[in-house]
């Protein structure tokens, strides 16, 4: 019985190729994009998932007044440690925001994210590097590099570890022992690392709570009561910043609570002390991904009812030769199950081709092969959903069928079925014009946060990596001084940010009666001329006030805003124990993108509670640059006299474009969901207007022989699905229309919603429409009356 | 095995009451030959499909063999297809993407005949057809009145006491028809096969040894085979 309705199924399936093909075709393409979504979901929510005790280690972080942090101070996890039984193990994390260099005599490589872990932590992680092995109670820091640098420090060189590099500039290196390599091929872990320093106690004993420099991990016994734990550290915590001089007043501790725990689980999409974008992304994707696949099933199900007419006389033979309506029923189910079998494979083939695009785009390396069971697990459940939500409904309209009526030979069509396979056509539509439509307006505020005025060039500006301290403008002015007399080059400062996204130091200051925590950017001369940022009133700072560097600042337009003063040019503002006299008002510009608005800022040369001013920008004439990028590059030693070796350098309007990158992988992202939703809507539609035209090819051809024209059937033909598409549009704009507006209020620069995108819409989804269904009409028009009306 | 009594059936459109069959009693034995005769519209289809328990009467009684079939259970019906009735169509309505052997296995599979007498019953029904030659083929490649004979067939294999056939003939040419006439009639005279045939032509309906004329839905005159 099974062989034999196998062969049918199968010889069904080759009867109606196109059918087959398009009912196939459809699910195949959006099963694919769900199994990369599925992957990608999968691999972002399995971060560190390897660790052995995952569900019992988590982070220590601090709530302030204003923000969380996941910094904490040195001896917070030694004092855990010592006080609950429940912690197993605690250990602290240390990054380094800079890239240094390591050499010896033979070579010289740069990390980028050093990071220093004790002992302890490296274990709870699962971090082994090879090599010799120090003593985990050897209390001096042993460095591990991967060996890709090791062979750049040590080109065909017998090693004997521990061996003697030298971390920093060529002329300030630290001489430290390197123990060994360390291999992390997975970067799947919240913990990343290039070179990494072990150490019993990487804070050598630091008893200081005024400073919060490290992270804390802790891992708890099984079954321990993470919130008693939590009210425990938090006391314990509270404790001894008060034995280490702070008040037990102090608004930043008293009646509130400061510590909490954050699972391990949750570090990598939705930390507490961080922004859980990624975590709505992932949760958005996923969902777009489902959506998908829904639509295909939907798709599926109206196509697989469209031909049920076909099967209409099997179903009734079958029935008076003995078979049970539960027999068709599942007979129907395992023809579903086939093509849904068949799909998946296909689906699986597509999603193969399309991996690489995808990891490009989001840079991650997933794969289907090489990952666990899950995948296949997982696959497995889509399977039989997607099997039963597009077959169950055909099956069971099919195998209803009653023989009396169906073996009469002109069957028609049910009525019941109709007004759903036109709102299933419609949703899917619906679908298609918000994402229509949400692309272009994605497209349209790319497009203006790519042309609108940031407030300063970037486009002439060279970044020079540097990690010397300029934090004195005299300090500078050598360097300065050799790099001004290179042809082109128009401007040169230094400061402790540059606007590239990244976020400044914040401090308390004070304007009249109004204090305000602010952000401060430490600059030198020529910060705000080498950027092109206007002056409002007053003046950029200048090397002909000498209190420009003993006690000047310039606020820009928000930080005004901020305290409410008229004119704030000649008052003074008190910051970091010091009074600033105000020179000048700068426009605001927007160095961090276009999501948050412009931060109330403070610039100065000098400032107490500095953070270092260590990025050298450069503002070069476009037309001479790459001859002063290879002065500066020969010159570099002799320029930057303590870190000479190497010039490395990135254009800032480069850096600043990465800003976009979010809304870049958003664009891609729609771009391909409107595609495919318009291709899987359109597979729909094709299908649908087949089967309604060849149902009314006898009407037609009755039509004809009264005397309609050609046009007139086209017309006749159209106008439904038509109506059908308006309707869509009807309903999708709105739709569209809201969620554009949820995102476009994610950046405080944004576009006004144009009309065009929804008037776009429209038209594609009519114009597909016509050409589609077009298509089927000229076929049934082109049949001939004779032809058609021979049976009866 | 067949009783019928008072047979109502109409459609009630818009509250006017449009009959299809009108008081039909009658009777109908184990190895009769029926042919139910009348102008299109009069309600033969009908009486066949309610005989055939395609259809629920409106009104009456109908027992085949001895028990009440009507508003019978799924279940119920469905053996009774299984062991008892078998049906041939004007449109033969074999199964397009089945083979000749394959449509007339169907049956069997359901009645879930073993595999190795399945295939020894279609071979011995095709034999007995002459159709071995065309096992293989699909019903679009055979000729109308060849159709018909794997119909019959389909409906023999599975040994039922009783065929029910609406103008096997309708859609045949004469000679093919008579070859069709020929083997009801073998079957009933032979193996005691009942018969119930729909036919509005009077050369096929004397093959039968009774005939129930029908005018709108009316039984008009029984008229019973001399001889």
Same mark, same amino acid.
């Given at each position: 019985?099974?062989k034999?309705?196998?062969?049918i199924?199968? +010889?069904?399936l080759w009867k @109606?190729k196109v059918y087959?093909?398009i009912n196939?075709g459809g699910?195949s ?5 769900f199994?990369? =979504?599925?992957?990608y979901?999968t691999?972002?929510t399995g971060?560190?998932k390897?660790?052995p005790?995952?569900d019992r280690i988590?982070q220590?972080?601090r ?6 942090t996941d910094?904490t101070?040195a ?6 440690q010592?006080?609950f ?5 605690t250990?602290?994390m240390s ?7 390591i050499q010896t005599?033979k070579g010289?490589v740069y990390?980028t994210?050093?990071l220093?872990?004790?002992?302890k932590v490296? $274990?709870m ?10 003593d985990e109670?050897?209390?001096?820091l042993?460095l591990y ?7 750049k420090?040590?080109p065909n060189e017998?090693v004997?570890f521990p061996?003697?590099v030298?971390l920093?500039?060529?002329k300030?290196?630290q001489?430290?022992?390197l123990?060994g390599?360390?291999?992390r091929t997975d ?19 630091n ?10 991990f ?10 008693a734990?939590?009210q425990k ?8 910043v008060?034995k280490?001089?702070?008040?037990a007043n102090?608004?930043r501790?008293a009646?509130r609570?400061?510590?909490f725990?954050?699972?391990? $689980? @949750?570090?990598?999409l939705?930390?507490m ?6 975590y ?7 969902g777009?991904?489902i959506?998908i696949v829904i639509i295909a ?5 109206n196509?697989?009812?469209a ?8 179903v009734?033979v079958r029935k008076?030769?003995?078979?049970y309506q539960?027999n068709l029923t599942?007979?129907f189910l395992?023809?579903i199950?086939m093509q849904?079998?068949l799909s998946?494979?296909?689906g ?7 991996l ?9 390396p997933?794969s289907?092969?090489h ?5 296949f697990?997982q696959l497995l ?7 039963v ?6 099956a069971?309209?099919?195998s ?5 009526s ?7 069509t049910?009525?019941?079925?109709r #007004?759903l396979r036109?709102s299933?056509?419609a ?6 014009i918000?994402f ?6 994605v497209?349209?505020q790319l497009?203006y946060m ?5 407030g300063f ?5 060279v970044?020079i990596? @540097?990690?010397?301290?300029?934090n004195k403008a $005299?300090?500078?002015e050598?360097?300065?001084?050799k790099m ?6 128009n ?5 402790s ?11 308390t ?6 204090e305000?925590?602010i952000?401060f950017?430490d600059?030198?001369?020529?910060y705000?001329?080498t950027?092109d940022?206007k002056?409002?009133?007053g ?8 209190a ?19 004119n ?5 503002i008190r910051g ?6 105000i020179v000048? =008002?700068v426009k ?5 993108g276009?999501?948050?608005?412009v ?7 000098k400032n ?5 001013k260590?990025?050298i920008?450069v ?14 590059k020969s010159? #570099?030693p002799?320029?930057?006299n303590?870190?000479?070796?190497d010039? +490395?350098?990135?254009f800032?309007d480069?850096l600043y474009g990465?800003?976009f990158k979010?809304?870049?992988?958003l664009?891609?992202?729609f771009f391909?969901?409107?595609?495919l939703?318009?291709f899987i ?5 094709f ?7 060849n149902?009314?090819i ?9 005397g309609a024209?050609?046009?007139q059937?086209?017309?006749m033909?159209?106008?439904?699905f038509? #109506?059908?598409v ?6 999708g704009w709105?739709?569209a229309?809201?969620l554009a507006?949820n995102w476009l209020?994610?950046?405080?620069y944004?576009?006004d919603i144009p009309?065009?995108?929804f008037v776009?819409?429209?038209?594609i989804s009519?114009?597909l429409t016509v050409l589609t269904?077009s298509i089927?009409?000229?076929k049934?028009?082109k049949?001939s009356?004779?032809?058609a009306?021979?049976?009866? | ?14 509250g006017?009451?449009?009959y299809? &069959? ?5 009777n109908?034995?184990?190895g009769?030959?029926?042919?139910i005769?009348?102008?299109s519209?009069a ?15 409106t009104?009456?009684?109908y027992?085949f063999?001895?028990e009440?079939v009507?508003?019978l259970s ?7 297809y299984?062991?008892?009735i078998g049906f041939?169509f ?5 199964i397009?993407e089945?083979t000749?052997?394959?449509n007339i296995?169907?049956?069997?599979l359901?009645k879930k ?6 295939k020894?019953?279609?071979?011995d ?5 002459n159709?071995?030659?065309k ?11 060849q159709q018909?004979l ?5 409906? &023999?294999v599975?040994?039922?006491t ?8 309708g ?7 008579l070859?069709?006439?020929d ?9 005691g096969i009942?018969?119930?045939q ?5 050369v096929n309906a004397?093959y ?5 004329? &029908? ?7 029984e008229r019973?085979k001399?001889?």
């Amino acid at each position: 019985m099974f062989k034999l309705n196998f062969k049918i199924a199968l +010889r069904n399936l080759w009867k @109606n190729k196109v059918y087959t093909a398009i009912n196939i075709g459809g699910l195949s393409i959006a099963l694919a994009a769900f199994i990369v =979504v599925l992957l990608y979901v999968t691999y972002e929510t399995g971060y560190d998932k390897d660790v052995p005790n995952y569900d019992r280690i988590y982070q220590v972080g601090r709530n302030l007044p204003d923000h969380k942090t996941d910094y904490t101070p040195a001896p917070l996890a030694k004092v855990i440690q010592d006080n609950f039984p429940e912690v197993e193990v605690t250990g602290k994390m240390s990054t380094t925001w800079f890239e240094f260099p390591i050499q010896t005599e033979k070579g010289r490589v740069y990390s980028t994210k050093a990071l220093l872990l004790d002992y302890k932590v490296a $274990k709870m992680f699962n971090i082994r590097p090879e090599g010799k092995l120090a003593d985990e109670n050897d209390p001096g820091l042993q460095l591990y590099v991967p060996k890709l640098f090791f062979n750049k420090l040590f080109p065909n060189e017998q090693v004997i570890f521990p061996k003697q590099v030298s971390l920093g500039p060529k002329k300030a290196g630290q001489f430290v022992k390197l123990y060994g390599t360390i291999e992390r091929t997975d970067e799947h872990s919240n913990i990343k690392f290039d070179v990494v320093s072990l150490s019993k106690d990487i804070s050598f004993d630091n008893k200081d709570y005024g400073t919060n420099n490290f992270k804390t991990f802790i891992q708890v016994k099984r079954g321990a009561n993470i919130e008693a734990l939590q009210q425990k550290i938090d006391q314990l915590y509270k404790r001894e910043v008060i034995k280490a001089g702070a008040s037990a007043n102090d608004y930043r501790i008293a009646g509130r609570s400061v510590i909490f725990l954050d699972p391990l $689980k @949750n570090l990598h999409l939705k930390p507490m002390a961080g922004s859980d974008t990624n975590y709505k992304i992932v949760f958005a994707l996923f969902g777009l991904g489902i959506l998908i696949v829904i639509i295909a099933c939907i798709n599926f199900t109206n196509l697989t009812i469209a031909q049920a007419t076909k099967r209409a006389k099997e179903v009734g033979v079958r029935k008076v030769l003995g078979a049970y309506q539960l027999n068709l029923t599942y007979q129907f189910l395992a023809e579903i199950f086939m093509q849904c079998l068949l799909s998946l494979a296909l689906g699986l083939i597509i999603a193969e081709v399309l991996l690489p695009v995808f990891n490009r785009l989001f840079g991650i390396p997933l794969s289907i092969w090489h990952g666990d069971q899950t995948l296949f697990a997982q696959l497995l459940l889509i399977l039989i959903g997607v099997t039963v939500i597009s077959g169950i409904y055909p099956a069971l309209v099919l195998s209803a069928y009653k023989p009396a009526s169906v073996l009469k030979g002109n069957m028609q069509t049910s009525y019941k079925t109709r #007004w759903l396979r036109n709102s299933l056509l419609a949703a899917q539509f619906v679908i298609a014009i918000i994402f229509i439509a949400g692309l272009l307006i994605v497209n349209n505020q790319l497009k203006y946060m790519r042309a609108e005025d940031k407030g300063f060039k970037s486009s002439q500006v060279v970044f020079i990596k @540097n990690i010397q301290f300029y934090n004195k403008a $005299k300090d500078f002015e050598q360097a300065r001084n050799k790099m001004m007399k290179i042809p082109g080059v128009n401007y040169v400062t230094v400061a402790s940010d540059i606007p590239d996204g990244s976020k400044p130091g914040t401090n308390t200051y004070k304007l009249g009666e109004q204090e305000s925590s602010i952000d401060f950017i430490d600059v030198d001369f020529d910060y705000f001329e080498t950027l092109d940022i206007k002056l409002k009133s007053g003046r950029f700072f200048s090397r002909n006030f000498m209190a420009d560097t003993a006690g000047s600042a310039t606020l820009n337009e928000s930080a005004v805003a901020r305290y409410g003063v008229t004119n704030p040019v000649g008052k003074i503002i008190r910051g970091c124990d010091m009074d600033y006299k105000i020179v000048g =008002v700068v426009k605001d510009f927007k160095a961090q993108g276009f999501e948050a608005a412009v931060e109330p800022t403070i610039y100065s040369i000098k400032n107490p509670c500095n953070n270092q001013k260590i990025k050298i920008m450069v503002n070069i004439d476009q037309r001479s640059m790459t001859a002063a990028l290879a002065a500066l590059k020969s010159q #570099w030693p002799s320029i930057n006299n303590l870190d000479g070796d190497d010039f +490395r350098y990135e254009f800032l309007d480069e850096l600043y474009g990465r800003l976009f990158k979010k809304q870049e992988q958003l664009q891609s992202v729609f771009f391909f969901a409107a595609m495919l939703t318009i291709f899987i809507a359109v597979l729909g539609l094709f299908a649908f207007s087949a089967f309604t035209t060849n149902n009314r090819i006898k009407e037609i051809s009755i039509r004809k022989i009264l005397g309609a024209t050609d046009f007139q059937m086209f017309k006749m033909l159209n106008t439904f699905f038509i #109506w059908i598409v308006l309707i869509s549009n009807v309903i999708g704009w709105p739709l569209a229309y809201i969620l554009a507006k949820n995102w476009l209020e994610t950046f405080a620069y944004r576009i006004d919603i144009p009309l065009f995108p929804f008037v776009l819409a429209a038209l594609i989804s009519t114009v597909l429409t016509v050409l589609t269904v077009s298509i089927q009409a000229r076929k049934a028009v082109k049949t001939s009356p004779a032809e058609a009306l021979k049976y009866e | 095995m067949i009783e019928l009594k008072n047979i109502e059936k109409y459609y009630a459109n818009k509250g006017v009451k449009s009959y299809v &069959l009108r008081h039909v009693t009658t009777n109908i034995k184990q190895g009769e030959f029926v042919s139910i005769m009348g102008p299109s519209g009069a309600g033969k289809s009908s009486l066949l499909n309610i005989l055939g328990m395609l259809e629920e009467p409106t009104y009456g009684q109908y027992e085949f063999m001895g028990e009440d079939v009507v508003s019978l259970s799924e279940r119920k019906r469905v053996e009774l297809y299984r062991n008892h009735i078998g049906f041939v169509f004007q449109a033969y309505h074999l199964i397009d993407e089945m083979t000749v052997a394959e449509n007339i296995e169907a049956p069997l599979l359901y009645k879930k005949v073993p595999g190795s007498e399945r295939k020894s019953r279609v071979a011995d029904i095709l034999d007995r057809f002459n159709m071995v030659a065309k096992s293989d083929l699909f019903p679009n490649q055979l000729s109308g009145g060849q159709q018909q004979l794997v119909g019959i067939a389909r409906a &023999l294999v599975a040994h039922p006491t009783i065929i029910l056939a609406d103008e096997p003939t309708g859609n045949l040419q004469s000679v093919q028809a008579l070859q069709i006439m020929d083997l009801f009639k073998k079957l009933n005279e032979e193996d005691g096969i009942t018969i119930v045939q729909v036919t509005h032509s009077e050369v096929n309906a004397v093959y039968g040894n009774r005939t129930l004329h &029908l005018l709108d839905g009316v039984v008009n005159e029984e008229r019973n085979k001399i001889g």
